[in-house]
């Protein structure tokens, strides 16, 4: 198993910029697809984005599509996920995923580790 951590959550104002970071243990990350995704209140968990164990690919959820980065960096078994152009809307708490090579890296579904979460809050 790998145990995720996530940070840098944060209040910002609309507009803004937070760098998510995501640090794993236990495991490297170079065999596991990472997402990110996100969860308001009374909400369901919603997919924000991910990037392949390889990190050759990424995908993005419609609504951060432009503005949101997912990145990877292995040697740190670290994920990070770039939030540009906040928007009150994007306010929720943010968790990281992994899991081993799924076919459906948007499903949070497919993934079977997840972090405890951090909070971003974005005022108008």
């Known amino acids: 198993q790998v145990r995720l951590v996530e940070s840098g959550g944060g209040l910002v104002q609309a507009g803004g910029s937070l760098r998510l970071s995501c640090a794993a243990s236990g495991r490297t990350l170079s065999r596991y697809d990472m997402g990110w995704f996100r969860q308001a209140p009374g909400k369901e968990r919603e997919f924000v984005a991910a990037i392949r164990w390889s990190g050759d690919s990424t995908y993005y959820g419609d609504s951060v599509k432009g503005r949101f980065t997912v990145s990877k960096d292995n040697a740190k078994s670290t994920v990070y996920l770039q939030l540009n152009s906040l928007k009150p809307e994007d306010t929720a708490v943010y968790y990281c995923?992994?899991?081993?090579?799924?076919?459906?890296?948007?499903?949070?579904?497919?993934?079977?580790?997840w972090g405890q979460g951090t909070q971003v809050t974005v005022s108008s």
């Open positions: 995923a992994a899991a081993i090579k799924t076919l459906r890296i948007t499903s949070r579904t497919s993934y079977d580790q």
